[in-house]
């Protein structure tokens, strides 16, 4: 299959190339830049240079395609303050591709987030199907509505599924949750955690990922929904508990009402207790995660390393 990879040279995306190509699929990576370009090219991907707010030029690619894994999101928009904005141009960027791929049964497959799904209970493939009056206008609810968008593709001769990410893509390199919570507590001399710090987070590693991807594009049934969890839950204080040993630093709780001071940006995300389950993933299509678990992986030195 010659498939189309937005995010291409991304965290995840630098993964998933190489497992398509190690499968004999031929990938055509988008690039916004010339490093990203650059990358792309090093690991023996096709280069379409182009930007997620082209959505004529990503309907073009994705016509050129035997398939689609949508990976991007246009993070520094949304970090900046506007996630309207970028929650906006990916929608317009499924829309865009899924009319390109109509009538064709070719897969698209768009990565989405699990993180608050169901809060207080193991989420499961089956749930978030239904439009949320609660998260309706806040970033939940933009990305789950973009969710929905690419499954009703189906309707239209789309093989669309969606897979749906942990907070926590963990693994060598991660400069995500797991890397900044590090951050956090090397800076202010603590391993924090909420309360009592018993919630709980699912997790994935990258390399367990990017076979999911692989796996989803070549075969997920239309309309599938995926998620990729290889920890269903881990506590928040075992977490805080392994930073805390490797920074030699304590491990301690914070108030709820002090979470967005002392956490930043993740104040909103480190006290949810969202774990979730990849039963009926695995079942569907045979996916055995590979890498090692979230606090196996937070035993490693990567983590830790200062710039």
């Not at 199907?129 to 009703?152: K, M």
């Not at 693994?171 to 951050?183: I, K, P």
């Not at 002392?262 to 969202?274: C, E, P, R």
């Amino acid at each position: 299959m010659r498939i189309f990879v937005t995010g291409a040279s991304g965290w995840i995306g630098s993964a998933v190339v190489p497992e398509l190509l190690g499968a004999g699929h031929e990938v055509v990576g988008l690039a916004r830049s010339e490093a990203s370009a650059q990358r792309l090219q090093a690991a023996g991907a096709i280069v379409h240079r182009g930007d997620l707010g082209d959505a004529d030029d990503l309907a073009k690619a994705a016509a050129d395609s035997d398939g689609v894994i949508h990976l991007a999101f246009q993070h520094e928009v949304a970090f900046s303050g506007n996630f309207a904005a970028a929650g906006a141009a990916d929608r317009r960027a499924v829309e865009a591709m899924g009319a390109a791929l109509a009538d064709s049964d070719r897969p698209l497959v768009l990565a989405s987030g699990m993180l608050g799904l169901t809060p207080g209970r193991v989420a499961t493939e089956g749930d978030g199907l239904v439009p949320d009056a609660a998260v309706r206008g806040n970033p939940a609810g933009i990305r789950a509505a973009t969710a929905l968008l690419a499954l009703s593709l189906r309707g239209i001769g789309v093989r669309s599924s969606v897979l749906r990410l942990p907070p926590t893509v963990h693994g060598d390199g991660d400069n995500g949750f797991m890397a900044t919570l590090v951050g956090i507590a090397r800076e202010r001399r603590v391993a924090g955690y909420v309360g009592d710090g018993s919630n709980r987070w699912p997790a994935v590693h990258r390399s367990a990922t990017a076979s999911l991807f692989r796996l989803a594009v070549e075969a997920a049934p239309a309309g599938s929904v995926l998620h990729a969890a290889a920890d269903e839950g881990v506590a928040f204080c075992d977490i805080a508990d392994a930073m805390g040993r490797h920074l030699g630093v304590p491990a301690a709780s914070v108030a709820p009402a002090d979470a967005a001071e002392h956490f930043a940006y993740l104040g909103h995300f480190v006290g949810l207790d969202s774990p979730a389950s990849a039963a009926v993933t695995r079942e569907l299509l045979a996916w055995e995660p590979t890498g090692p678990s979230l606090l196996e992986d937070l035993e490693q030195d990567h983590y830790y390393r200062e710039a």
